[in-house]
């Protein structure tokens, strides 16, 4: 079945008691990316906008890896890690939904049955620094902050070329850290991130899917007044791992080295 104007909305409706959004939003300090085919920080692959109430991810360069030829599955993945800075003073900030957009045209029965959106909230603070000199040890902090699946029917039957829109709410509300306003600017680094991922099915073992301008992915964001705390925001997270990361200067040849632990996505995902 052919379906105009295609949005489907699966959620489970919850209200969350917020405050106003800050005067000021953060600013993107640095962004890197792990599929770089798929979004690469340079050129039009990607565009980010922190927006009051949304953070918005327009992704043009997501596309399924082939178009179908009798391939049960395609998929498409975007991770990526975005560290920000100039948060405001005395708030804090979480995701209370994602709305995954995009257009497919597909043949021969070929169906977007599956969407997937984590997000991860990195608090890197520096432990140990004395006099600014080597050894340079940072601890690492991170809660999931959504973790969503969507089971969708998009296309499905004979050929389908039409714009799609899947919102999902989150369960629940994870906070970042409240912001003291230092963070990005030497001794704490606050960082999102993300795995976006968008899977077909052929059923014919002909057809073929194309998303003919990649993917969206719309995040609803809500802040919360709050009080910074330096003792409580150092003991965030669901995974903490206290010195992750250790530069060491070697005074004889004058070079540096960092050594890095591997850090995990949440409980049991690597990044």
């Known amino acids: 079945m052919k379906v105009s ?13 917020i405050d106003p959004p800050p005067p000021q939003l953060p600013l993107i300090l640095a962004l890197v990316s792990d599929t770089p085919s798929q979004c690469s920080p340079g050129g039009q692959s990607m565009n980010i906008t ?57 043949t021969d029965g070929v169906q977007i049955y ?4 984590n997000a991860v909230f990195r608090y890197e603070n520096r432990k140990l620094n004395p006099g600014r000199a080597p050894p340079d040890i940072w601890n690492v902090s991170m809660s999931t902050m959504i973790d969503d699946t969507a089971t969708t029917a998009i296309g499905g039957e004979g050929d389908f070329d039409e714009d799609f829109a899947v919102s999902q709410n989150s369960s629940h509300l994870e906070w970042s850290t409240c912001m003291d306003g230092g963070e990005g600017t030497g001794d704490a680094k606050t960082k999102l991130s993300f795995r976006l991922t968008a899977t077909t099915s052929d059923k014919t073992g002909k057809g073929s899917g194309i998303l003919t301008r990649g993917m969206s992915f719309d995040f609803g964001v809500v802040w919360e007044e709050c009080s910074p705390n330096r003792a409580t925001k150092n003991a965030y997270g669901q995974t903490r791992i206290d010195n992750y990361s250790v530069c060491t200067y070697n005074n004889a040849n004058q070079t540096s080295r960092a050594n890095v632990r591997a850090l995990r996505r949440g409980p049991g995902i690597f990044l």
């Open 5 to 17: 104007g295609f949005i489907a909305v699966i959620s489970a409706i919850s209200a969350f008691a």
């Open 114 to 117: 599956q969407m997937a959106a």
């Open 50 to 106: 922190f927006l009051p109430d949304t953070l918005r991810l327009d992704l043009p360069d997501m596309r399924f890896g082939t178009e179908g030829h009798g391939r049960t599955d395609e998929v498409t993945v975007c991770q990526f890690t975005i560290e920000f800075t100039s948060w405001w003073y005395k708030y804090r900030f979480a995701i209370q939904d994602v709305t995954y957009k995009g257009h497919l045209k597909a």
